[in-house]
Each structure stands twice: as C-alpha cells, then as structure tokens.
C-alpha cells in the first residue's frame, strides 16, 4: 500500500488550499480514509475521515464550517478542502488508509497505513 499526499504550501490567512492523497497497491473503495495533521510540539490529531463508500463522514470539531473530505474512487484518491485558514492550521498533514472496514476510525491507530506528509503553513 503506497498513499502520496501533496497539495501543501504556504497560504494567506483566510486562504485555500486542496490536498490530494492517491492510493495504489489497495482495494481503494474497501478503505476508510483519513486525514490527520501534525504541528510542531504537538501531537498528531484527527482532521477528517470518509468511508469507503464516501457515503459517509466527519470532521474533527475545529475544522467544521471550514473543511471537507470527499473521495473519487475512478482515481483513487481522497481529497481534503481548506477554506478560511488560520495560523492554527499551520501542520503537516498525513491521509491514511484503514483496511478494517469496522466503523470509521478518528484516532491514529485506527489506521494501518500513511502517507508521507504534506506541509500547510499559514501566513501573511
């Protein structure tokens, strides 16, 4: 299993960005996907998860009204939308798979497989 995260970069307060995960070398559509993120100092912590189904998600409470999690399964690939972002998005950020099928997962080891890591830096 093979995930590539990208999409990072360096935004303006209020700003947008997408991250993009592909996955290869999985059955994608079996896989719950998420989205994690790690700042500097802290401890990495659940952003977002859809089914694999896409039927069904969530979002961690601080990126409510601002983000969103879809996925296409024709490319394989998990999209995580950034609106209205702030300093304290500022992280990397990890898509991670969860070949289980049980309920969709919000802490780390829920999820077996990670990708490398995407940069989002926040900043005027």
């Known amino acids: 299993v093979q995930l590539q995260a990208s999409g990072g970069g360096l935004v303006q307060p209020g700003g947008s960005l997408r991250l993009s995960c592909v996955g290869s070398?999985?059955?994608?559509?079996?896989?719950?996907m998420g989205w994690f993120r790690q700042s500097p100092g802290k401890e990495r912590e659940f952003v977002a998860g859809?089914?694999?189904?896409?039927?069904?998600?969530t979002l961690a409470d601080s990126v409510k009204g601002r983000f969103a999690i879809a996925r296409d399964g024709a490319k394989n690939t998990v999209y995580l939308t950034m609106n209205s972002l702030n300093s304290e998005d500022t992280a990397v950020y990890y898509c991670?798979?969860?070949?289980?099928?049980?309920?969709?997962?919000?802490?780390?080891?829920?999820?077996?497989?990670w990708g490398q890591g995407t940069q989002v830096t926040v900043s005027s």
């Open positions: 070398g999985l059955p994608f559509s079996r896989y719950n």
């Open positions: 859809v089914t694999g189904s896409g039927v069904i998600s």
């Open positions: 991670a798979a969860d070949s289980t099928g049980l309920r969709l997962g919000v802490e780390i080891d829920e999820y077996q497989d």
